[in-house]
Nanobody, 124 residues
Framework: QVQLVESGGGLVQAGGSLRLSCKSS????????VGWFRQAPGKEREFVAG????????NYADSVRGRFTISRDNTKNTMYLQINSLKPEDTAVYYC?????????????????WGQGAQVTVSS
């Protein structure tokens, strides 16, 4: 069983930055694609960013492209989401997720393993 532990959420002013981290307990983290999703109050969980096993392929939602950067350090079993130029509409609970194969996906159902979520609140 894989456990994902997130850290780095908080309250930030609009225009500010945050970095979310997510550490995986899995022994095969380095051969699996991972991703970040978010869920705002009253809305469905949506894809934010994904990265393949080696970090050479990254996908982003249109709403975050150019402001968010996904990365990973396979030596530390950890993935990151750097969030810049925050907007109030970025307020949500952010979830990291891990697949069982190496291919990036934007589908929630493709990820069997999920973190507990990290609250990001952006004040205007």
């Amino acid at each position: 069983q894989v456990q994902l532990v997130e850290s780095g959420g908080g309250l930030v002013q609009a225009g500010g930055s945050l970095r979310l981290s997510c550490k995986s307990s899995g022994r095969t983290f380095g051969v699996r694609a991972v991703g970040w999703f978010r869920q705002a109050p009253g809305k469905e969980r949506e894809f934010v960013a994904g990265i393949n096993h080696g970090g050479s392929r990254k996908n982003y939602a249109d709403s975050v492209r150019g402001r968010f950067t996904i990365s990973r350090d396979n030596t530390k079993n950890t993935m990151y989401l750097q969030i810049n130029s925050l907007k109030p509409e970025d307020t949500a609970v952010y979830y990291c997720a891990e697949k069982v194969d190496a291919v990036v996906s934007e589908r929630r159902g493709a990820y069997p393993y999920w973190g507990q979520g990290a609250q990001v609140t952006v004040s205007s």
